[in-house]
Nanobody, 125 residues
Framework: VQLQASGGGEVQPGGSLRLSCAAS????????AGWFRQAPGKEREFVAA????????YYSDSVKGRFTISRDNAKNTVALQMSSLKPEDTAVYYC???????????????????WGQGTLVTVSS
């Protein structure tokens, strides 16, 4: 699966931003799609995930209530709507897709086989 992320940019604290990720290739193999982020000097961390068929969604505690993940199966896209953004949300955001072969938690990077190129989100006044 090839993934192309877009929608990053600079926003003031309290603002909103919407990221989108377009999937192509073997999209019928997608079981879970997710978003991760990596801030400078930090490890990549889980943000949100969604089961491709059921739409069940999961969030890290740090974004729960502020971010919403969604997918459009017909268009093979997954989006991350981010609201009430904070400076600590500043990071490169990556979309990812995984099949059903991994039995561990959806929040682990190993659950995902394919990754997009990343899009930078900067929250600053």
């Amino acid at each position: 699966v090839q993934l192309q992320a877009s929608g990053g940019g600079e926003v003031q604290p309290g603002g909103s931003l919407r990221l989108s990720c377009a999937a192509s290739g073997r999209t019928n193999s997608i079981f879970t799609a997710g978003w991760f982020r990596q801030a400078p000097g930090k490890e990549r961390e889980f943000v949100a995930a969604i089961r491709w068929m059921t739409g069940n969604s999961y969030y890290s505690d740090s974004v729960k209530g502020r971010f919403t993940i969604s997918r459009d199966n017909a268009k093979n896209t997954v989006a991350l709507q981010m609201s009430s953004l904070k400076p600590e949300d500043t990071a490169v955001y990556y979309c990812a897709a995984g099949d059903s072969s991994y039995s561990g938690p959806y929040s682990h990077p190993r659950a995902y086989d394919d990754w997009g190129q990343g899009t930078l989100v900067t929250v600053s006044s």
